[in-house]
């Protein structure tokens, strides 16, 4: 991709068993799950120590046999530690990848007052 060209990532739901990761020796995948409130939202990672160095992809959501969930998923990263961004300049938490696994994290939902 060029530079300043953006790709645009489709929002439509994804049903059961259709996200296939590129993951193996050396590369892992993340999985955020997230409030439905994000829905759409892009959620980057970076290295820890690059935070110039992000990717990232927008929340969709996924139907499961129990109801729908929202997350986003975020394959062929390089085994590490990543930072995974609340905003732009807020890191919100250090998530360990593996190669031939995937991670999963769990967005933290505010607390109801």
Do not use: C
Not at 20 to 45: D, F, Y
Not at 53 to 73: E, K, L, N, P, Q
């Amino acid at each position: 991709m060029s530079a300043g060209a953006h790709h645009h990532h489709t929002l439509d739901p994804s049903g059961q068993g259709t996200v296939v990761l590129n993951i193996g020796r050396g590369i892992g995948a993340l999985v955020i799950h997230t409030p439905g409130s994000l829905h759409g939202h892009e959620i980057e990672v970076s290295p820890v120590g690059e935070p110039d160095r992000r990717t990232h992809a927008a929340v969709r959501a996924r139907y499961v046999r129990d109801g729908v969930m929202f997350s986003v998923v975020i394959d062929s990263l390089a085994e590490g530690r990543y930072v995974v961004w609340g905003d732009p300049v807020t890191s919100l938490a250090e998530v360990d990848v593996r190669g031939g696994a995937v991670t999963e994290y769990e967005w933290p939902v505010p607390a109801k007052v």
